[in-house]
């Protein structure tokens, strides 16, 4: 039996996959089933940070899973407190605690949680909990129920209602839009820095302090979903600092790229001290209000910090903004009609597209077009949305991998 007749038979049909089965990695290239070699530049969507098999990753994998890979969160885990650590210290930089989950979807929901905690705690003026978090059109959070309901994109919700109640989208990048936003029931603010699954949209320095702004003035939550856009991808540890340094958020979000290919994500809350009984945000959620089996165990966890060790000594981010330069460059020499605009931040850059000048068969959008063909070439890179896609290679990417990306999209797009 092939792996395409084991997946038909065998595997829900959640993804429209491509037919294209890898069975190797190294660095930034990937081998399918034939033998034949490709250029990652998808990473698992922004997930191999190191790209493939980065020989610190594998270490650490190979000596935490020779001594301890699973125990319950019951007991103290030293490989989560070092990893919490790290972050607080070398990432976010400001005094908070974290809960490890296992995905993105999951810190979302932690963050969802936390939130409505924070209603409960911080009330409406008759008594009655706060509990509306306000998100924003073409947001991605996940798929679980709770941060589904938070996802601006209606296409990512049909046919799963009754949606969990309390969200609200408005437009992105409109600071107007949020003057007459907030409700007696609103508790929280949570939005993505940078867009990715949207269409790689990034927030004006504008839009991101306005945000700020609302939540210090009605008292809300200032959220901010990093699971695509942190640690490194966007050229600093995390995304906000490229937009709006000086802001400090509530709450964040990871996933993705902080384990490397290992299945971890994290949410982060404030030490902020937020009434006068001393109580701290961090301290909303103690035991009994949330939990995990697998997440934070001691595997998961040394690959995690042998990652964010990697990007932090090794000044990847800062590698992330010179060949973000140097793609911006390139491409705007060429002068193709059918690329309109690179969008993005650092090593998540989307390449819009003109969907008039490509060629698009019936059940296919322009960037499925496009995606097919790199492949083809040998270069493998996501959509993000129909009109645009996504360079997403590991953040060691070398000057040599980019040049050679580049070539192959040339070649694409200029038979357009």
Known sequence: MTTFEAFQQHVLPTYGRFPLVPVRGEGCRLWDDAGRCYLDFCTGIAVCSLGHCHPRLVAAIREQAATLIHVSNLYQIPQQAALAREINDHHVKLPGKLFFSNSGAEANDGLIKAARRFGHRRPQADGSPRFEVITFQQSFHGRTLGAM??????????????????????????????????????????????????????????????????????????????????????????????????LEPDAISWAKGMGGGVPIGAFWLSDRVIDDTGVALSGLLGPGSHGSTFGGNPLVCAASLAVLQEIRTQHLAANA?????????????????????????????????????IPTPAGATPALVIVRRLMETGLLVPPAGPHAIRLLPPLNVTDAEVDEALALLHAVVTTL
């Not at 790689?200 to 302090?209: D, G, I, S």
Request: with cysteine; charged share 20%; proline share 7%.
């Open 321 to 357: 903004r010179r060949q973000e330069a140097r793609i911006r460059a390139t491409i705007a020499a060429w002068q193709v009609p059918v690329i309109t605009e690179v969008r993005g931040l650092g090593l998540l850059l989307g390449i819009a597209l003109d969907p008039a000048r």
């Open 149 to 246: 309901a938070a996802t601006g994109q209606t296409k990512i919700q049909e046919g799963f209602d009754p949606l969990l109640p309390g969200f609200r989208y408005l437009p992105f990048n409109d600071p107007a839009a949020l003057e007459t936003a907030v409700r007696p029931e609103t508790a929280a603010v949570l939005l993505e820095p940078i867009q990715g699954e949207g269409g790689v949209n990034l927030a004006t320095p504008e839009f991101l302090r306005a945000v700020a702004a609302l939540c210090m003035k009605h008292d809300l939550l200032l959220c901010f979903d990093e699971v695509q856009v942190g640690f490194g991808r966007c050229g600093e540890a995390m995304a906000w600092r490229a937009i709006a340094p000086e």
